[in-house]
């Protein structure tokens, strides 16, 4: 069965370093990925998307993920973060086999110090 | 454009009641899909709307149910509630595409006593 495996329950980094979310999937066919991102009483944003092609995505924000197959990752970052990147950021991959669906990992809460 | 918008926000039940949540999609989009969220569970597909029938569902028992009206207002309904329904419920509409960009409301908070 498919799932979504976000190793680091929570992060902290500084104001101004850098920043990388780890993201690894199980799926049996070529999978679509995502990046979502959910501050604090919000509902969820759209970071990024991965559907084919260039397996370095840019999204919004100045995050980007890269897919790597054999590794079965699609890691976020974004080389300087700011306070307002404090969130809890959600790698989900979509299923086209049987139902099409969103599967999400359990995600990562980011802290920043300042 | 106004977001998705959910009411209510906030809801308190008891166990065997039944509750019905209300979803308000993007002007112009066609697709809904809702998702239960706890601590526990994480992130979880309940089932998805497309011009008023139920295009993809996920792992839930019948309890949950849902529909969609012509103007794409999706409302869903728990019956019998147990306390592990307490949950955020969110929901989400996307023009029409299943893989469209889903724009989520900030959800329903569900507690059940």
């Known amino acids: 069965a498919q799932s979504v495996t976000q190793p680091d329950i929570h992060i902290t980094v500084s104001e101004g370093a850098s920043l990388e979310l780890r993201c690894n999937y199980s799926?049996?066919?070529?999978?679509?990925l995502f990046w979502y991102v959910q501050s604090p009483g919000q509902g969820l944003q759209l970071l990024l998307k991965y559907f084919s092609g260039d397996t370095l995505v840019q999204g919004i924000k100045g995050f980007e993920a890269e897919f790597k197959r054999s590794q079965s990752s699609f890691n976020l970052r974004k080389p300087s973060v700011h306070w307002s990147d404090a969130a809890e950021y959600f790698c989900?991959?979509?299923?086209?086999?049987?139902?099409?669906?969103?599967?999400f990992g359990q995600g990562t809460r980011l802290t920043i110090n300042p | 454009k106004a977001g998705v918008t959910q009411t209510p926000r906030y809801l308190i039940k008891t166990r065997g009641q039944q509750v019905t949540l209300s979803c308000s999609p993007i002007?112009?989009?066609?697709?809904v899909s809702w998702y239960q969220q706890t601590p526990g569970q994480g992130l979880q597909f309940l089932f998805e709307y497309f011009s008023e029938t139920q295009r993809n569902k996920g792992n839930f028992p019948g309890r949950f149910s849902g529909r969609q009206f012509s103007n794409s207002r999706s409302e869903m309904n728990v019956s019998t509630l147990e306390l592990g329904d307490s949950a955020l419920y969110l929901c989400?509409?996307?023009?029409?595409?299943?893989?469209?960009?889903?724009?989520f409301g900030p959800g329903t908070r569900l507690t059940v006593l």
């Open positions: 002007s112009g989009h066609r697709s």
């Open positions: 989900a991959v979509g299923t086209i086999q049987g139902a099409q669906k969103l599967v």
């Open positions: 989400a509409s996307s023009p029409g595409s299943t893989w469209d960009t889903q724009y």
């Open positions: 799926y049996g066919a070529t999978p679509y």
